[in-house]
């Protein structure tokens, strides 16, 4: 039996148990442990309903029953000022540790995870899979450990891509400024965040950035997760335009500020000077909270990852490990969507649909 990828990434070929009548109905069922990064982290809504697709597919069609829990980590608690008052490294990543070791216990036959800190997680991840589990990481990743794949996006190449597309927009000349998730140290003091997604799009942008002489990165502004009603990352960016009024381009590793409120309250120097094209801005994801914002001028080029995908597709493909035990790489690439103000509305449309198997249009933007 053939199931289609409605995320427009990779066709699953998945597989039933021969059996059929009572029989099928004594074996034991598969049980599937889809593991979000918390429960508060609204990034992964499309993640969620593709994971509810894929399970409602499955419960419909497989010969073999079939049980996919979907598990929301509890969100971290941080003290006053913000950081979380632990001398704990792993602090943040506790809640999602105490659901994998939940369902380690439980002995599911696999284990889908978008892991929250890959060095803290890394002996739990190999403490499943020597146990037997199936695992496939998604969105964060733990590429120390004994994962059978890792599904999504080669964030260094996306990167250098996003880059050459700011290049392109901005005639390969001018100041430019990045912004990336970073940690604060409740002291005022940024860091850029260990977690490899970020980790590799600072190296595709660094790359991508050499092969343009007359660019320059004047400002590294920092970005804090997840508090999407605080507009710190907005500010930022504003103050950064204040400081040197010739930046003409923002890339954005981490494009919250494209959902946080109030966008041309907080940063009436930043939306006056997009609308008017004196700055092009190019970022990661296509939430659908960014839509209006790139309809208003704010961004110019939006790189996709396939959200939808991490949950159904990720889902479909842990079911195949487990039943036919399909063969994975150690990478399952996901690919992206280039997302422009003339394929915008088709995008949406294919959002609302939660069916992405069409081609977009190529942005008319880039060459």
Not at 15 to 26: M, Y
Not at 102 to 109: A, M, T
Request: proline share 5%; charged share 25%.
């Amino acid at each position: 039996m053939r199931y289609r990828a409605v995320s427009g990434s990779i066709i699953l070929a998945t597989g039933v148990l021969a059996c059929g009548g009572d029989e099928a109905k004594t074996v034991d069922p598969v049980a599937i442990a889809y593991i979000t990064h918390s429960e508060c982290n609204r990034f992964h809504d499309l993640a969620r309903a593709g994971a509810r697709q894929a399970r409602t597919e499955l419960l419909a069609t497989s010969e073999r029953p079939v049980e996919v829990t979907i598990l929301e980590p509890a969100c971290v608690e941080l003290a006053d000022d913000g950081t979380t008052g632990s001398d704990d490294p792993c602090f943040a990543s506790r809640p999602q540790m105490k659901v994998l070791q939940e369902v380690i216990d439980r002995k599911v036959d696999a284990i889908v995870i978008d892991v929250f800190d890959g060095v803290c997680e890394r002996d739990l991840v190999d403490q499943a899979v020597d146990a037997g589990i199936k695992v496939v990481t998604y969105g964060g990743d733990a590429p120390a450990s004994k994962r059978h794949t890792y599904y999504g996006m080669d964030n260094r190449a996306a990167a250098a891509f996003l880059m050459d597309a700011l290049a392109t927009l901005n005639g390969k000349t001018g100041k430019i400024a990045l912004q990336t998730m970073m940690e604060d140290d409740g002291e005022g003091a940024y860091s850029p965040t260990a977690a490899g997604t970020f980790v590799d799009r600072l190296a595709g942008f660094s790359d991508a950035l050499k092969k343009y002489p007359d660019m320059t990165n004047v400002a590294t502004l920092p970005c804090l997760c997840c508090d999407y009603k605080d507009p710190f990352c907005t500010q930022q960016a504003e103050a950064a335009l204040q400081d040197d009024p010739e930046i003409a381009g923002f890339f954005f590793s981490y494009s919250k500020l494209l959902g946080e409120p109030d966008l041309e309250a907080n940063a009436p120097l930043f939306t006056e000077r997009a609308k008017e094209k004196k700055i092009h801005s190019v970022a990661f994801d296509a939430l659908p909270e960014y839509f209006d914002r790139m309809r208003a001028g704010y961004v110019d080029v939006l790189l996709g990852q396939k959200v939808f995908g991490w949950g159904y597709d990720t889902v479909l493909l842990a079911y195949d490990m487990v039943t036919i035990h399909r063969q994975v790489n150690d990478f399952t690439d996901a690919g992206w969507y280039v997302v422009c103000p003339n394929n915008l509305d088709e995008f949406e449309r294919n959002t609302r649909a939660m069916d992405y198997r069409t081609p977009l249009p190529a942005c008319s933007l880039l060459p």
